[in-house]
């Protein structure tokens, strides 16, 4: 293999002497490749963000819940969040006991609730009406309930989920209502969370939220935990030189709110964050194949099988994923252009990387698009009827394994209905 741009991946050791070339021969494309020693690095990282001892991780597993990626999880001893009957399905699948699943609902029918009290999880509310729903299914027992601190972030607005512009959360003036209810159904209020939104590169925000989401907990005495959300960013700029988050200045911050808080609170309580992006978005590089080369209007196109069908987040929030180059080939090339990489969805808004400076690219060339483990098999569709692709993932060993299969045409069909007679 010709290693014409892979400064990120080198300086990880991401393919762990395996030839992502050869990778994407064997499995074809667009594929996305998982390195399991990353994975459990993030968990490991996260689980010593404080040294306060009764603090929990819960994966956030809308970001990629892949069984074989939960089973890691798992094994690194972080528990999970869920936002769906089918995360729950899928966690308990992998192993994770009811006690370790945190759902945290948000306008569900009580259906969508019955399914969560049955299978014996943890669940949050975030509304005063689905306080009530909760209260009338499954009267007096343990809720948590989702406030709104006030406080936002997130890299895009579509992602920011407190604050005043946000469905998320109650507010924390309507909590005499919340006690009402309490009472009404003889619930207990077990943990109270918050989430603030998805992607923040320093702490202050979080800082701030944690600090207003425990004046809201002091109103309820008794909780088991609070959950202080998700959102811890990574840096998508590697190869510009952008900086990661400062996971040791955040964590003493958060570690002296948490036991001033515990203190003042009088009770050991635990403490729980719900990180995804950070845990799962840097263990995986998409493969994808160039197919075409071309010129339109003075901008250089280059064509290749990762639709936004396989990676939705450029078209959907503008995101920028960082682009490697391998080669099969001997073509060689000095020179560097600015080229516009798209995929192969019928709109012209399939962008995957606008007016980028790279090494000239070739027909048949293998692009890595990097940090694509959060959010991106998650996201994927079968739009224009394209195949969702493979997951492969690489175990510390360096061996390749099989985590989810290719889609195949069949599977197009697998629920419709075609009439009997037209
Ligand atoms: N907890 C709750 C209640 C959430 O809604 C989320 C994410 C998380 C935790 C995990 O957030 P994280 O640590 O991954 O930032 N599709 C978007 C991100 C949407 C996040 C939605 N909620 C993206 O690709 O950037």
Redesign the pocket.
């Known amino acids: 293999m010709n290693k014409v741009y892979t400064k990120v991946t080198d300086s990880m050791n991401y393919f762990e002497g395996n030839d992502p070339v050869a990778l994407a021969e064997q499995y074809q494309t667009p594929l996305y490749v998982y390195n399991e020693r990353i994975l459990r690095q993030r968990c490991r990282d996260l689980k010593q963000l404080v040294t306060y001892p009764k603090f929990v991780v819960d994966y ?1 597993a ?2 990629n819940s892949n069984l074989a990626f939960l089973q890691i999880v798992k094994s690194e001893g972080l528990e999970v ?1 869920a ?1 769906s009957p089918g995360e729950i399905y899928l966690e308990r699948k992998a192993g994770f006991a009811p006690e370790e699943i945190f759902y ?1 609902c948000n306008n569900v029918s009580a259906q969508e609730m019955q399914y969560a009290v049955d299978a014996g999880v943890y669940i949050s509310v975030d509304s005063l009406s689905q306080l009530e729903t909760f209260g009338q299914i499954a009267p007096g027992h343990e809720v948590a309930v989702r406030f709104n601190p006030g406080v936002g972030a997130g ?2 607005e579509k ?1 920011v ?1 407190a604050g005043k512009k946000t469905k998320f959360g109650i507010e924390p003036k309507y909590i005499p209502e919340v006690k009402a209810l309490l009472k009404k159904y003889d619930l207990k209020l077990v943990g109270i969370n918050q ?1 603030i939104g ?2 923040f590169m320093t702490g202050e925000a979080f800082v701030a939220s944690i600090a207003a989401l425990f004046e809201i907990a002091k109103q309820f005495p008794g909780l088991k935990f609070v959950d202080m ?4 960013g990574i840096p998508y700029k590697k190869e510009q030189g952008e900086a990661p988050l400062d996971l040791k200045e955040l964590g003493q911050a958060v570690d002296q709110a948490l036991y001033r808080f515990a203190e003042e609170y009088g009770e050991q309580i635990t403490f729980r964050i ?5 845990i799962s978005a840097e263990c995986s590089v998409i493969l994808s194949t160039v197919h075409s080369v071309k010129h339109n209007h003075d901008k250089k196109f280059v064509g290749c099988d990762c639709g936004f069908n396989v990676l939705q ?1 450029p078209i ?2 503008d ?1 920028y994923h960082g682009v490697e180059i391998y080669r099969g080939s001997d073509v060689q090339s000095e020179k560097e252009e600015s080229v516009t990489i798209v995929g192969n969805i019928c709109e012209s808004g399939d962008i995957l990387a606008k007016d980028r400076v790279l090494p000239e690219i070739f027909k048949d060339d293998v692009l890595g698009i990097l940090d694509a483990g ?2 991106g098999f998650a ?1 994927a569709s079968s739009y224009n009827c394209r195949m969702r692709p493979a997951e492969i993932l690489i175990r510390e060993s360096g061996e390749v394994v099989l985590v989810r299969e290719r889609e195949e045409l069949e599977d197009l069909t697998r629920h419709m209905i075609p009439l009997e007679n037209v």
Not at 274 to 278: A, L, T, V
Request: proline fraction near 3%.
């Open positions: 956030s809308k970001a969040d936002m945290i890299h895009h992602v989920t989430h998805s992607l959300g998700g959102g811890f719900e990180p995804g992006r950070y987040r959907m929030y995101s959060a959010y996201m």
